[in-house]
T-cell receptor, first 113, second 111 residues
Framework: DGGITQSPKYLFRKEGQNVTLSCEQNLNHDAMYWYRQDPGQGLRLIYYSQIVNDFQKGDIAEGYSVSREKKESFPLTVTSAQKNPTAFYLC????????????FGDGTRLSIL | KNEVEQSPQNLTAQEGEFITINCSYSVGISALHWLQQHPGGGIVSLFMLSSGKKKHGRLIATINIQEKHSSLHITASHPRDSAVYICAVRMVRGGSEKLVFGKGTKLTVNP
């Protein structure tokens, strides 16, 4: 079955370390998105990519970086510059021409020790 | 003030009850989405609405564009309906279309 795979489910890192969250999709979707979810807040867009080798900043891109070298993959790196990285991160995708996600992954919960 | 407001924030019901979750927004939109977030964190898209009403199984979503309000109804609720229900609106912001999410309504259905 097609879908989005995020790994790992839970991730722990020491403060000051960069960490990369994986997102892979086999839906043949052109667009991919990264969202951050904090308790009591709505999802916020970090980065999105409408096509391979191109990506755009979302509303809260500071302290994060992405790459889109393959259509199937959109990894998110949380850098040491991100002041409060502990959160739940969701990856999503959609077919081309849309600006909103159609499918979501199961998320990665990142905790900074 | 948040652009998307959901109510109630938390809702507890007994199995079989009729459930209503509300979503209000403050600006003109092109469409509204209802999403379901499972306890494990994964999200499933339930409905996308730009007018009127949609039904899928026991779920019904309505939208009133003039009043800037949408409701999600669940008939004959079941414990497996326990989840966080999220409203999101598509609006033009900064020259491009954006999806703005509500904070979610946590529903617990007890057997």
């Amino acid at each position: 079955d097609g879908g989005i795979t995020q790994s790992p489910k839970y991730l722990f890192r020491k403060e000051g370390q960069n960490v990369t969250l994986s997102c892979e999709q086999n839906l043949n979707h052109d667009a991919m998105y990264w969202y951050r979810q904090d308790p009591g807040q709505g999802l916020r867009l970090i980065y999105y990519s409408q096509i391979v080798n191109d990506f755009q900043k979302g509303d809260i891109a500071e302290g994060y970086s992405v790459s889109r070298e393959k259509k199937e993959s959109f990894p998110l790196t949380v850098t040491s510059a991100q002041k409060n990285p502990t959160a739940f991160y969701l990856c999503a995708s959609s077919t081309g021409g849309r600006s909103w996600p159609q499918h979501f992954g199961d998320g990665t919960r990142l905790s900074i020790l | 003030k948040n652009e998307v407001e959901q109510s109630p924030q938390n809702l507890t019901a007994q199995e079989g009850e009729f459930i209503t979750i509300n979503c209000s927004y403050s600006v003109g939109i092109s469409a509204l989405h209802w999403l379901q977030q499972h306890p494990g964190g994964g999200i499933v898209s339930l409905f996308m609405l730009s007018s009127g009403k949609k039904k899928h199984g026991r779920l019904i979503a309505t939208i009133n564009i003039q009043e800037k309000h949408s409701s999600l109804h669940i008939t004959a609720s079941h414990p497996r309906d326990s989840a966080v229900y999220i409203c999101a609106v598509r609006m033009v912001r900064g020259g491009s279309e954006k999806l703005v999410f509500g904070k979610g309504t946590k529903l617990t259905v007890n057997p």
